[in-house]
């Protein structure tokens, strides 16, 4: 098992660096990556600070400052103490550069668009909160996308997912017993996607939800034949109604909602063709 320290720099939040940190680690295997963020460094009292502890635990330093004098400090101080230091998107935008003929330069109203991302990303985590489970399906017309499937399917933290992403998504259970609104068939803006599962897979599932709550793990509820009649039921619902299918069964919550994200800029792009 290999070790290294990771130093993370960023003077906005730090997410897309923290996404780059993540994919390029999981590039390689038996490796323990101990991170260490650093997000907001705007003075160069801040980035002394964090000098102190990135040479008290040396490793990789990865950043993204767009001011100029902080970027030649930091450079400056890894060069001193010998530590490896990469802008992690200067690759990209100096391709952007050639083909574009301009120069880099850090817009004025950036702060702006990204508070503008940021409430929308906060409603988007409201709308989905509010309507988990089936609940506020008089207000799925103002949903982006839909998720419908049978207990158990991922289908609510999938939800928080996209929300987190910046997507108004409601989801819905799919109970042979209990017929979803007529209203779900009758939707003009959201797209809707079906999510399912193997049996075995859904059984497992859900004995071990049954077992979290202290609840007898042998029921209907994870019975085989019920449960393969619950997700013929939903494929049959996906299959008239023309909804994409996601399979969960080997999938994890971020690829699921790759997938979903996909299909929804392709459902997004269809739109405005029609229109």
Request: charged share 25%; glycine share 4%.
């Amino acid at each position: 098992m290999s070790r290294i320290h990771l130093h993370l720099l960023s003077d906005s939040t730090g997410e897309t660096l923290e996404n780059i940190a993540k994919a390029a680690i999981g590039l390689f295997e038996n490796v323990e990556a101990i991170r260490h963020f650093w997000p907001m460094v705007r003075s160069e009292v801040h980035l002394d600070r964090i000098m102190q502890e990135i040479a008290a635990n040396p490793g990789l330093v990865l950043f993204t400052l767009t001011n100029h004098m902080l970027r030649r400090r930091l450079e400056t101080r890894c060069r001193a103490l010998g530590l490896p230091h990469v802008a992690a998107l200067d690759s990209v935008a100096d391709a952007l550069s050639n083909i574009l003929g301009q120069e880099t330069r850090t817009r004025p109203g950036r702060k702006h668009i990204l508070d503008e991302a940021y409430f929308a990303r906060i409603e988007a985590i409201q709308f989905t909160i509010a309507h988990d489970d089936g609940v506020g399906h008089e207000n799925w017309e103002e949903a982006d996308i839909v998720l419908a499937g049978v207990s158990r399917a991922s289908k609510t933290p999938t939800s928080i997912y996209l929300a987190n992403r910046g997507y108004k998504t409601a989801n819905i259970p799919l109970v042979p017993e209990s017929p979803p609104p007529k209203s779900l068939y009758s939707l003009k803006h959201p797209m809707i996607v079906g999510l399912t599962v193997s049996p075995d897979r859904l059984i497992q599932i859900r004995r071990n939800r049954l077992l979290s709550l202290n609840q007898a793990p042998e029921t209907a509820y994870v019975d085989n034949e019920k449960v393969q009649e619950e997700l013929a039921f939903a494929r049959r619902m996906f299959a008239d109604n023309g909804w994409p299918v996601i399979d969960m069964t080997r999938r994890s919550i971020e690829e699921a909602a790759a997938a979903i994200i996909n299909l929804f800029n392709d459902h997004v792009l269809d739109e405005g063709a029609a229109s």
